[in-house]
Structures are given as C-alpha cells and as structure tokens.
C-alpha cells in the first residue's frame, strides 16, 4: 500500500488525535511511546504492539537475570503503559493479527521498534551439530522466553566455547559458571536454575578473534570474572600483549581499563576453584568437530595476528579445544516484518533518520533502525529522534490521515479475529503474581515461561 509523499495539512484535535501504532514494546517501542505523550505540540493516542503477551522485550527477556539493576528501568516503563493515552496491546502478532494493510487503515503513523531477534552465523562446518547454538537462544532459554522456555538444554557438557567478546557473551559465560547460591538471588527462569544445579560444566573458552584493545565488552561486566564464587579467570599473557604505541594511542577510557583488568587475570594464580573461564584473544574458530554421532565433539581454532589496518589474520597454527557445545555470540541481526521494507545486508529497515524510506507516515527506532548497537539506554535519545520527525511530518502533512481512525475499530476488528488481546491491566496481575511466587521461595521473581498460562493470569 502506498501513500502520497505529501497531503493536505491534517489538523489533529482532542476529538481527532493523532493516531499512532507502535509495533514492538520493548524499550525502544516505551521510550516512542513516551516521546509521543511528553510532547504538548499534538494532541495524541498510541496503541504499542507486542506479539508477546508481555512487555519490555529484551529487558525482560534479554538482560541478564543477575543484572536486576538495569530491569529497574521497568519503572518508568510502568509509567508509560499507564498513561491513558497509551494502551498496551500484547498478544497481537503484526502480519497476522494485525497485517499491514490494516494497520495503515487505523492508524495515522507506524512505528517499527521489533529489536534484532536474530543472530549471526559463523559459516564454519559443524555449526549444525547438536550442542552448537546462538547465544541468542541460550539467554532465551534462561531468561524464559515462552518461544525457548520448552527446549531441552541438556547441560552435559565439561567443557563449553563462547564465541564472541560482547556482553553477551560474558552474560552466557557468567551464569554457565556461577554457583546456584549466586544465581538464587536472580530472576532466572526456575527450569534453567534447575538445570544449571545439574550441570557438568567445569571450562569456559570465551573467544575473540582479535586483541583485548578490539574487545566490546563493558569492564563492569568483565569484573565479575573476578569475583565469582568458583570460577577462576584465566588469561595468557602472551594473548593480551599489546605494544606500546598502540597503547599509548588508546583514548576510550572502557578498552583502557579492561586492559588493565585483563592484565590483573593474567597475574594471578588460579585458587583452584572448581571451574575455570578462559578469556582468549587472537583466536578464530574454523571447524566445529563431530564426535561420530552428531553432536559437538571439540573446536578448531586458529591463532591469529593483526595486520597494520587491525584486522585479524591467520597464522596457519590451530589448537582443538576439549568442548560439547558452542554458543555462537557474534551479532545480532533483525528480520524483516510482513509488508515492510527490509535492508536484508544490514538487517535494518531502510530508513532516513527513522523515516522509513519511500514509506510516508512509517518510521522506525531502536536497533531495527540503526542495527544492534548500545545499551538499553542508548534506545531512549534515538527514539525521541524518530518521534520528533513524525511529529514535524505530521505537522506539515506529510503524510494521509488514517480512513479510520479510532481504538473501537481496532478493537472490532481485533475481536472479530478472536485475537486474545493482552491488556497492561493483565499483565500487571501477571507481574505481581511473579513477584509474589518469587517471595515465596525467596527470589526477587519466579517467571510464568508459558504464554498459555500467561493468558490464564488477567484482570478479573
């Protein structure tokens, strides 16, 4: 469906709002949804989207759940949902539930803030064997994303490879290692809590292919491996070499403290304690190995060196490290919405500073704007970007009123579907049956992982 590329100037008025849809609740989809309500410049009602019966998207479900300082964002989330002018609409799948075409019938502007749910691949052999996944997957799991709170995670394995050297590749290594007293005090999915109390794992290879200059991990969280109960951290001295000119010419202040942390690992004798977390530089894994009956059996990797422009080259030398599974944590990417442009190679909705290109009246925020960068804050400013276009647009009347405009249309059209609509009125009675069942165990929540008995927990 296309639009003309201007209109006639639309007056918007408290009896004719602007009418915006925002499709993804997680944090850039909030902080839209808050642009949107902190303006006095249009009169406004925003219905956000989830295809999830819960909101917070990768708060909820991304974050680490010993991280629980950084969930407190939730608060001011809260404050959003309850704006009368803002409705949370959970358990509506855009494309199905609500396609496209439907969309731009009820509402005047669209925004896309659906994340990168995907994840990048190693193009390696043996990245299909049982034992090699995402860590995207891996951190689903733990956290209880209804769409991995099922799978089977046998954690048999002594020995595990973490390819990548983001946060969330610390994250995945850190709660592999850490004790069951120490992840109690989380809000870690009790299924994972309860295979992480049998689990065999004894080693961490945390992989990056080139120096601990190159590293994105944040130092708070490259820290923690000195302070977990039993897990040793281990750095060759040799891996973590840096010359003195690079350093010196080193200005972000991150890469120069988590040299010196790293630097501190190295100098430190093991204590001995039962597992081990090697954090390992300049090297790249080339085959994932089978061990005769399709499962992960070990990692080639390939000892690398870094050329005058910093790029990571091989060597020709290869180690085998003794591992049963490989989490791949090497970037995340989005995947394209029904009826909506998509930069396949970029993995982002093609778009000019949040307008969504050649598509009036849709823009876009978040990492499926600009691509999986920043932290969960880092989505508030870019949000109040597109949302300042949108407000300038429809402005200027740059783009057609919707034919029918109005949340009793929505909701006809939505019931007449049978879409079992989620209201942020149920999902609080979730929310404080969460926190209730995580008090009675002593645990700040124990989370519903199921969507079916997610829909059973609503306003009465």
Do not use: C
């Not at 897990?231 to 890469?255: F, G, L, Y």
Request: proline share 6%.
């Amino acid at each position: 469906m296309t639009q003309p590329e201007t209109t006639p100037e639309t007056t918007f008025s408290p009896e004719r709002p602007l009418r915006v849809a925002v499709i993804g609740s997680g944090p850039s989809g909030i902080y839209a949804a808050e642009a949107l309500t902190k303006q006095a410049t249009l009169p406004v009602e925003v219905d956000v989207f989830d295809r999830l019966p819960t909101p917070y998207g990768l708060v909820r479900y991304g974050v680490a759940p010993d991280h629980l300082t950084i969930k407190s964002v939730t608060k001011g989330f809260e404050r959003v949902l309850s704006d009368p002018r803002v409705r949370f609409l959970g358990n509506v799948e855009f494309g199905t539930d609500l396609t496209y075409e439907e969309a731009r019938v009820h509402y005047d502007a669209l925004v896309y803030t659906v994340g990168a749910s995907s994840d990048r691949r190693l193009g390696i052999p043996g990245e299909d064997l049982k034992g090699s996944m995402s860590a995207t997957e891996f951190v689903a799991w733990y956290n209880g994303h209804p769409d991995a709170a099922a799978r089977d995670m046998l954690l048999h394995a002594s020995g595990v490879a973490v390819v990548g050297v983001g946060n969330v590749a610390l994250d995945v290594s850190r709660i592999l290692v850490k004790t069951v007293g120490e992840l109690h005090s989380s809000d870690i999915a009790a299924h994972a809590l309860d295979a992480l109390k049998h689990s065999h794992v004894k080693d961490v290879w945390v992989l990056g292919r080139r120096g601990p200059v190159q590293a994105a991990f944040t130092t708070k969280e490259l820290r923690e491996f000195g302070e977990l109960e039993s897990a040793d951290p281990i750095v060759k001295p040799v891996e973590i070499a840096v010359d003195p000119s690079t350093e010196a010419a080193i200005t972000d202040n991150t890469r120069k403290k988590n040299l010196e942390v790293l630097r501190d690992f190295a100098g430190r004798e093991p204590e001995g304690k039962e597992r081990r977390i090697h954090l390992r530089f300049l090297v790249s894994p080339v085959e994932i190995l089978d061990d005769g009956e399709g499962n992960v059996g070990g990692l080639k990797i390939e000892r690398n060196r870094l050329d005058d422009q910093g790029n990571a080259v091989g060597t020709g030398e290869y180690e085998t490290l003794p591992v049963q599974m490989v989490l791949r944590s090497i970037g995340y990417k989005g995947v394209p919405l029904p009826g909506v442009p998509f930069d396949e190679r970029k993995g982002v909705i093609p778009n000019e500073e949040g307008r969504v290109t050649g598509r009036p009246g849709e823009y876009t925020a978040g990492w499926i704007k600009r691509g999986p960068s920043g932290v969960v804050g880092t989505n508030r400013k870019d949000a109040v970007d597109t949302v300042a276009h949108l407000l300038s647009d429809a402005q200027a009347g740059a783009f057609l009123p919707a034919s029918q405009a109005g949340r009793e249309t929505v909701d006809a059209l939505l019931r007449g579907k049978g879409v079992n609509v989620y209201t942020f009125h149920d999902w609080q009675v979730l929310d404080a049956h969460e926190l209730a069942q995580g008090q009675a165990v002593g645990r700040p929540r124990a989370k519903v992982v199921h969507k079916h008995e997610m829909l059973t927990h609503r306003r009465k």
